[in-house]
């Protein structure tokens, strides 16, 4: 559910941002910035951030001039979230967040 929020937002603000008269990368790192603040603002927690993570992998693949890959930004947030809190890999909700998406 967060992702389907970060992404509904992320979209929004894409839209919005490309009636802006600024180069699209900058669009872009302003959508990520907001996407970050988003997540602060809302506590941080490990699904908010799963899916924070994703959306700025895949929203940042534009700056290395590569086509997003939905599984690859997957895997990094896992990766992510395991190297910033390595002891919630063994809890069921970090599990059942990645596989539910997965």
Do not use: K
Request: hydrophobic share 65%.
């Amino acid at each position: 559910m967060r992702l389907l929020i970060n992404m509904l937002l992320a979209a929004a603000l894409l839209f919005l941002a490309s009636h802006v008269p600024a180069p699209r990368w900058i669009q872009i790192a302003a959508v990520i910035a907001v996407l970050v603040i988003y997540s602060d603002a809302v506590g941080g927690r490990p699904p908010v951030v799963r899916a924070t993570v994703m959306a700025t992998v895949f929203f940042s693949a534009y700056f290395f001039r590569r086509s997003p890959d939905g599984l690859s930004a997957m895997a990094l947030a896992a990766i992510a979230c395991a190297l910033a809190e390595p002891w919630t890999v063994l809890d069921a909700g970090f599990q059942l967040s990645f596989m539910v998406v997965f």
